[in-house]
């Protein structure tokens, strides 16, 4: 099967995670499986398994289509119908409804329920690229990982907790002043700022951790920062919203929305880090995610339509409740 993988951001980015680590491991793991991958995606970027082809966001898709793909799977809206067999992943959660293509799959259960649809694929990844665990190593500090800007992260609430916890909190994606979205300047020493961070110094960072601190105030879509802490032995400490309580079960860490119970957990923390990691290694690697991704194409070109009609998130996007 040619498949061709089309995403509007360049591949390889390894230096924060998200959509394009994705859709690079799931690609290199389908060759693996005997598939021919090739990638539609902005100029600059670069493949040693597949083809690369350069997006013209300008142009109609189909001409832009190889006539041997057997397949196409955007990971956005095209925003246009075709007639050849193709796939749609929504990766995020929508401001206001709109309707998505009828095969359009999403990350989680949750993300699709609230999209009206039951169609889902988890996320996995290249556990193998991620280096080895020290589960011996002496671990003190806790970490908080996402995108410290964007408020719905919550990095306040994150702080918050590690405070009433007394543990030290590494903020892996946010800088101790910010002033885009509302000033933020954090003077406690025990709260340290890494910035974006990626590759040996995340994966180390993340090897040291005794935990994640990750209080988040929307439904998460699915939660990368979750399986990547889970991997290398972290137990969460989390908001139950979105997809968090399909992914962390309760050997994996404690959801809750109040700031007093997930420091009380933070500081009883007694959790089986080896535990954390086989949990995630069984459920999120990335040879199940090719496998179940490679169910919905055999679907999609035996003519099956996904849903009987086009999802629509339910009611608008809105700051999820947090009891600081």
């Known amino acids: 099967?040619?498949?061709?993988?089309?995403?509007?951001?360049?591949?390889?980015?390894?230096?924060?995670?998200?959509?394009?680590?994705?859709?690079?491991?799931?690609?290199?793991?389908?060759?693996?499986?005997?598939?021919?991958?090739?990638?539609?995606?902005?100029?600059?970027?670069?493949?040693?398994?597949?083809?690369?082809?350069?997006?013209?966001?300008?142009?109609?898709?189909?001409g832009q289509i190889p006539a041997d793909v057997d397949i196409t799977h955007f990971q956005f809206n095209p925003r246009s119908e075709m007639g050849r067999p193709y796939l749609v992943t929504e990766h995020g959660n929508a401001r206001k409804p709109s309707s998505l293509p009828r095969n359009t799959v999403f990350l989680s259960r949750d993300h699709a329920t609230r999209y009206g649809s039951t169609e889902f694929v988890y996320n996995g990844l290249d556990w193998d690229s991620y280096g080895p665990v020290d589960f011996d190593r002496p671990r003190?500090?806790?970490?908080?990982?996402?995108?410290?800007?964007?408020?719905?992260?919550?990095v306040r609430g994150a702080i918050r907790v590690a405070k009433l916890a007394g543990v030290?909190?590494?903020?892996?994606?946010?800088?101790?002043?910010?002033?885009?979205?509302?000033?933020?300047?954090?003077?406690?020493?025990?709260?340290?700022?890494?910035?974006?961070?990626?590759?040996?110094?995340?994966?180390?960072?993340?090897?040291?951790?005794?935990?994640?601190?990750?209080?988040?105030?929307w439904h998460e879509p699915f939660g990368l920062a979750i399986i990547e802490s889970l991997y290398f032995g972290c137990p969460v400490f989390a908001?139950?919203?979105?997809?968090?309580?399909?992914?962390?079960?309760?050997?994996c860490g404690v959801l809750s929305a109040q700031a007093s119970v997930l420091a009380e957990a933070v500081r009883n923390n007694n959790f089986d880090s080896r535990a954390c990691h086989a949990h995630v290694v069984e459920h999120f690697g990335v040879q199940r995610m090719a496998r179940n991704y490679l169910r919905v194409y055999e679907r999609v070109l035996a003519g099956e339509t996904l849903n009987a009609k086009p999802p629509v998130i339910q009611g608008p996007a809105r700051e999820l409740p947090w009891a600081n």
Request: glycine content about 12%; aromatic content about 12%.
């Open 1 to 62: 099967m040619h498949i061709l993988l089309v995403n509007n951001s360049p591949i390889p980015v390894y230096g924060y995670g998200g959509t394009e680590r994705v859709i690079w491991d799931l690609g290199k793991t389908l060759v693996q499986q005997g598939h021919r991958v090739s990638y539609l995606v902005p100029e600059g970027s670069r493949c040693d398994f597949g083809q690369v082809f350069p997006i013209r966001p300008e142009e109609p898709w189909e």
């Open 140 to 154: 003190s500090h806790y970490h908080f990982l996402g995108k410290a800007a964007w408020r719905v992260k919550n």
């Open 168 to 217: 030290v909190l590494d903020v892996l994606g946010g800088t101790r002043i910010n002033f885009k979205r509302g000033f933020r300047w954090t003077l406690s020493r025990k709260i340290h700022f890494h910035g974006m961070v990626g590759g040996a110094q995340k994966t180390g960072l993340l090897n040291a951790s005794r935990g994640l601190i990750f209080p988040v105030r």
């Open 239 to 251: 908001t139950p919203y979105g997809a968090l309580p399909e992914l962390v079960p309760v050997h």
